[in-house]
């Protein structure tokens, strides 16, 4: 059962991805992304990481989304105004997306799962044990953030301050 | 460690500033401060107990605290000149704490101990630069430079992270010694997916130290961002990104050179090659010193690429004789830019008889920078094309040399602009005390490094 829910949220986030990429309009990539988003959220939910995927919805697909959404719709994207690329560059882009791929797709292809030394206790993703992590082992990390959080709060300011000259 | 805290307070202290009206005593307060921090790294290198702090998450060592206190000194430095740049600015006491947060963000970079640190310690580092660089709201290009920073920055992060990703999954750690433990009692079982990690870890670190073919955001950006942000982000951020990568991967990836310096000598070559033959193209004297950050970027990954004893004091000394040479280059720029409203080569023209002072100093600049004897750029080259050799790679170093060469050419461009091109107008350029004294510290500071290179080497090896 949780083999073949693996199987169709794997589908579901792959092909909307893609769609997201493809559909050329804005808003139908928008709605993809959310797709993909609620997928992969499906996927914290089967490793047992409940946290992780309520936190994954609300941020993600909820406040970021609406950004997005904002952003494209304050900014009425239409045809004309889309700078068109070159066939050079359309070509570059996809052949080093290709040659990623396969990197990709040959490094994991031969790899037995099980042996993987990142198997711990299923118990991990759980708000609990990730409480316990965070406030011990990653303190300082999460304290170090602020003041990442700092920076980008007084940028905010710097930026959004009107300039009484123009220099 | 006390270093990182000085630093984190006094950003901490700025941004209140402005609230707590004492605007004015902020320049004295930041310089006693960023003093006060390369005191404390003295003291801690002076009583060498160096225990991992946090978990293993930071650790100072010696190497740590050297790269601390040339980042201290070179923001040190960079505040004396850009202090007309603050006060023009509306934001002053915004600038301040970004410029703080972002040197806190390099401090965490030399002396992580763990990728989660070397993830937050990037993004310290680039998120004050991303806002700076777009500090002219009015001006377009300063408008770009900021969003392609931005955009490019994010992009190059995502690898980095991604491959932090791989990484963790084929050794299941995030630290750098446990890393390394697994990969020695492991040999040659390592998973396909671990190197496709180190790829793409070498792709996010290759674009924050600018390396080419992860060069593209350069030239623009640097040209786009005010002249001052330039200057701190062509030294103290090739500095901390430079500490940081190596400091990952001779802690972590060296057992398995083998997979990646042949992807590191390929990225050295093309950032030689291409950064000097670019650079000779260039009108602009800004855009010609992005490039030549370029082909810094290269000839450091020689050190990275032959991994030995004497790298990390190679590194170390030519970092800290670029980034000197560098100041001194953007402080007579900025002199220049302010009378002609122009970075071109040509605004140079006869600046010997306008000033001497700062036709002297671009003259030591460009030739350390070129890496001319005797100055400090000249012996730091001479160490990492040496280290280079000794691990064996010859035809990497003919390149580097032949590439010098090159550059040879253009720095000497600005040298005969200022000493043996006529001026437009012959009037004098008057000096500020403080810029006098900073020419004056910088160009005696890149003799100093050529007279006594030994002295740097020796704190590190």
Redesign the interface.
Known sequence: MTLYLFYFLSFLAIISALMVVVSKNPVNSVLFLIITFFAIAGHYVLLNAQFLAAVHIIVYAGAIMVLFLYVIMMMNFSKESEPSKTKLSQIVATVAGGIFLITLIGALHFYDVDMSPGHSDPGAGLVGALGKVLFSKFLLPFEISSLLFLAAMTGVVLLGKKNNDNS | MITLFII?LL??IA?LAEILKFKKLLAPLTLLGLIAAMGAGVSEWNNPVFIP???N??LFNHYALAFSISLCLVTFLWFLMAQDYLK????IT??Y??IL??L??GI?LTAFG?M??LF?GI??LS??L??LA?????DLASNEASFKYFLLGAFAIGFLLFGIA?I??????FELNTINQ?ILQHPGEM???F??GI?LIIAGLAFKVSAAPFHFWTPDVYQGAPTMITAFMSTIVKIAAFAGFFRLFSTCFVSVADSWNQLIGILAIISMLLGNITAIRQDSFKRMLAYSSISHAGYLLLAILAINNHSAGAIFLYTLAYAVASITAFAVLKKVYALKNNDLIESFNGLAKRNPLLALSITIAMLSLAGIPPTGGFFAKYVIFNTALTGGHLWLVIIAVIASLIGVYYYFKAIIASWFKPATDENLIELSLQDKLLLIITTLLTLAIGLFPEFILNLLS
């Not at chain 2, 777009?134 to 009015?138: A, F, H, L, N, P």
């Open positions: 984190s950003g901490v941004m702090v946090f978990n998450m930071l023009t600015e509306t934001a915004d600038h704490a970004l947060f972002s806190a963000g965490v763990n989660v640190m937050l993004e310290i998120i004050p991303y806002i777009g500090s002219r709201k009015t791989l963790y999954g084929a050794t299941g750690s697994y998973p396909a997916f190197y496709a790829l």
